[in-house]
């Protein structure tokens, strides 16, 4: 990737992703959990290979235990991009 990308870039890029796989858009911000979106382990498994392809950020299994909201998700590509 040329440049950093902006918390915005990847905070769209990561509601899109959600409302993709059925999370309701009025429901996604950064406070909610991946299970009160009714986002499974294989939703975020796609996620995080989104993210690598778009961001060039790898999400790792140890990664994924810690991340419980979409906050975290966008905090973590934005620390690492």
Partial sequence: MAATATR???ESRVFAALEEFGAESD????????????ID????AELAQIIDEKFGVEIKSS???Q?????????LV????
């Fill in 8 to 10: 915005e870039e990847i």
């Fill in 27 to 38: 429901q996604i911000n950064p406070d909610a959990t991946f299970e009160s979106l009714d």
């Fill in 41 to 44: 382990s294989l939703d975020i």
């Fill in 63 to 65: 990664d994924a235990e």
């Fill in 67 to 75: 991340i419980k909201t979409v906050g975290d998700v966008v905090d």
């Fill in 78 to 81: 934005a620390a690492r991009s």
